[in-house]
């Protein structure tokens, strides 16, 4: 079983920067793939962007694309999200995720299709203000 606990949300003004942080417990083995997913109310859960622990590939939605950056530290077991030039359209409740080996061929092919993630967080709120 793998658990992820997300830390690192809070408010802040528009402009600002946070960094979430997700550290991964449990079979941490399995997990070859983690990912960042964000839900504003009223909305869908929507993909912000992936990381494979082996050769660093990332991908990035296109709404956050040059203002977010997400890394890993293998020693850690921890992935983080970096979120530079925050707007307000941000704010959302922000979810950590992973995915096994199994799937990695999807997620290549598909990394924003949360069905290929089979570990989530329980999720920090990022509160961007005017």
């Known amino acids: 079983q793998v658990q992820l606990v997300e830390s690192g949300g809070g408010l802040v003004q528009a402009g600002g920067s946070l960094r979430l942080s997700c550290v991964v417990s449990?079979?941490?083995?399995?997990?070859?793939?983690m990912g960042w997913f964000r839900q504003a109310p009223g909305k869908e859960r929507e993909f912000v962007a992936a990381?494979?622990?082996?050769?660093?590939?990332?991908y990035y939605a296109d709404s956050v694309k040059g203002r977010f950056t997400i890394s890993g530290d293998n020693a850690k077991n921890t992935v983080y999200l970096q979120l530079n030039s925050l707007k307000t359209e941000d704010t959302a409740v922000y979810y950590c995720?992973?995915?096994?080996?199994?799937?990695?061929?999807?997620?290549?092919?598909?990394?924003?299709?949360?069905?290929?993630?089979?570990?989530w967080g329980q999720g920090t709120q990022v509160t961007v203000s005017s």
């Open positions: 995720s992973g995915g096994t080996f199994t799937y990695r061929s999807a997620w290549s092919s598909t990394p924003h299709d949360a069905k290929v993630y089979g570990y």
């Open positions: 449990g079979r941490t083995l399995s997990s070859y793939f």
């Open positions: 990381i494979n622990w082996n050769g660093g590939t990332t």
